[in-house]
């Protein structure tokens, strides 16, 4: 059997031959790998710097989720995270962890889809105020990114009332679809009056700029400021909230990921999520590439920004 395993921390995933999987256990079945996506947490992985990848030994696959077939019924299926190793041609999979998808999805899209739309579904859904994006005014920090654009679907899919969409490039921002507001983001970062109160932030940008929506935004009053930290594009971690900022607005802080949403979370909103993604088209920026090229491909300049989805 061929995989694509990190040999060492840091390196491409190499493509090797494995020995044939056993056979699957009771609770298991044997699925064929259609399609893996490689998005920023996959990366996060291979580099053994992510929190999921703490104290795995080498060789590695750090492959999340993914696409699999049931060769004996030909039914697609979403493969949780974690469920199965997926830099694979073929997967043992508990079948508590594989969810149907609808016949004619896509299994590129909801490869590539799935890990963004989580981000802003599971934050809105899980850590925001329940029921509070029904409504409401949503601002997305970091609008062009695929991830942002996802949120941009998702709240509005959720019954989100206005949708504010922030990055710093006018064009590529005026190039978004579905929005409401569209807002350059500038140092120092400020927000138009105009806008009004904002009631929910989608952060996928992080650091200074997160710093200054909270500090900008209008507060209707009676209400929370929401800010949920969902990225960090800015490729910063930290950022500084004055306590006289805390103390002069009512604003909550709170994060969305696998740490801060567990596993019976995603197994209650799964169902929504997939009925989700398998509506929207394939996203822009999307590179497709056999398992076998994944060296060449992993740090090209063809996929550097963009959503790789590899097919054994």
């Known amino acids: 059997m061929k995989v694509a395993r990190?040999?060492?921390w840091g390196s491409?995933?190499?493509?090797?031959?494995?020995?044939d999987l056993p056979a699957p256990s009771p609770s298991q079945v044997q699925v064929k790998v259609v399609a893996v996506g490689a998005p920023p947490v996959v990366r996060g992985r291979a580099l053994g710097k992510h929190s999921s990848a703490g104290g795995a030994a080498l060789p590695f696959d750090p492959s999340m989720d993914g696409v699999v077939q049931d060769e004996a019924?030909?039914?697609?299926?979403?493969?949780?995270?974690?469920?199965?190793?997926?830099?694979?041609?073929?997967?043992?999979?508990?079948?508590?962890?594989?969810?149907?998808?609808?016949p004619g999805a896509d299994p590129i899209t909801v490869a590539a889809l799935v890990n963004p739309v989580a981000s802003s579904w599971m934050a809105l859904r899980c850590r925001a105020i329940p029921g509070s994006y029904e409504g409401a005014t949503v601002l997305v920090l970091g609008a062009t990114s695929t991830s942002?654009?996802?949120?941009i679907a998702v709240a509005r899919s959720l019954g989100a009332g206005r949708i504010i969409g922030m990055?710093?490039?006018?064009?590529?921002?005026?190039?978004?679809?579905d929005l409401d507001e569209r807002v350059v983001l500038q140092d120092p970062f400020t927000l138009p009056a105009s806008l009004g109160p904002v009631h929910i932030?989608?952060?996928?940008?992080g650091g200074r700029a997160a710093a200054g929506v909270l500090q900008a935004a209008q507060i209707e009053p009676g209400?929370?400021?929401?800010?949920?930290?969902?990225?960090?594009?800015?490729?910063?971690?930290?950022?500084?909230?004055s306590g006289r900022l805390l103390n002069s607005k009512p604003v909550r802080i709170t994060g969305s990921g696998m740490g801060a949403w567990g596993k019976m979370e995603i197994k209650k909103e799964i169902g929504g999520l997939l009925g989700a993604?398998?509506?929207?088209?394939?996203?822009?920026g999307l590179v497709t590439a056999k398992l076998a090229d994944i060296q060449t491909v992993w740090d090209s300049e063809e996929a550097k920004g963009k959503r790789l989805v590899l097919t054994p």
Request: proline fraction near 8%; aromatic fraction near 8%.
């Open 73 to 102: 019924t030909g039914d697609l299926y979403y493969a949780t995270p974690m469920a199965a190793p997926l830099f694979a041609e073929r997967a043992n999979v508990d079948r508590h962890t594989l969810v149907k998808l609808a």
């Open 223 to 241: 209400k929370d400021l929401q800010y949920i930290h969902v990225g960090d594009l800015a490729r910063d971690e930290n950022f500084e909230v």
């Open 148 to 151: 942002g654009r996802a949120a």
């Open 277 to 284: 993604v398998v509506k929207m088209p394939r996203p822009e």
């Open 12 to 19: 491409a995933p190499e493509y090797s031959d494995a020995p």
């Open 6 to 8: 990190v040999t060492a």
């Open 167 to 177: 990055s710093r490039t006018e064009a590529t921002l005026a190039a978004v679809p």
């Open 201 to 205: 932030v989608l952060d996928f940008v």
